[in-house]
């Protein structure tokens, strides 16, 4: 398993027609302040996450066959966002999953200890079967992670054991590479993109040697 260096935007376009079964869409999503960097054509405006956001978005759609999805990983700040970007690219918001940890994090109020993963289909979303899985994960980050937004390796299990068996799963933020461990040991072909020179090249083999 490899994580290739790349800009995800340019490396999704590179995909179009591929047939993947399914994108892991865990963006840099700028709540409470804007993205800034190589995606960020606009200096920083308060525009330019959104066009990111959705080109991404639009080539994510592109690289899928008829009934795959994107898995789009958000704050519930911006998912409403998310959600319409995505309707405006031709996917279709399908369902909302529900990641909650026992274990929880920063807030006033209240707080925090779920966030919501929200699944976009192109048309009509193919399922492994008809089972009775409920949309709730259980998991808890990891104690140590390898990168600061690494999720537990729980989640992409629960979500990918949903969809047909052996299909292509794209991870263009694959950070770390642990949605890649996950797809592969459940017998999918993977691949994974990350601009962060990193992890796309210190994290080369780091769940073994399958390709």
Known sequence: ??????????WLQQREGIGAQAVIYDPPYA??????????????SVYAPFGFLHETLRA?????????VVFVFSDWRRMHDM??????VGLRPSTMVAWVRTRPGT???FRSAWDPILVASRGVPESRDRAAIRNVIEANYP???THPYEKPEEVFTHLLSRLPEGGLIL???AGSGV??????????????????????????GLYGSKP
């Open 171 to 173: 991870d263009p933020f």
């Open 31 to 44: 709540v409470g302040t804007p993205v800034r960097g190589k995606e960020d054509g606009s200096a920083g």
């Open 1 to 10: 398993m490899k994580v290739d260096l790349a800009d995800a935007q340019l």
């Open 143 to 145: 104690t140590k992670r």
């Open 83 to 88: 959600a319409y970007m995505a309707s405006t």
């Open 107 to 109: 807030g006033g109020m």
């Open 60 to 68: 994510s759609r592109n690289a899928l066959k008829p009934g795959g």
């Open 179 to 204: 949605s890649g461990k996950a797809a592969i040991d459940l017998g999918f072909e993977w691949e994974g993109a990350d601009i962060d020179p990193t992890f796309a090249i210190e994290h080369v």
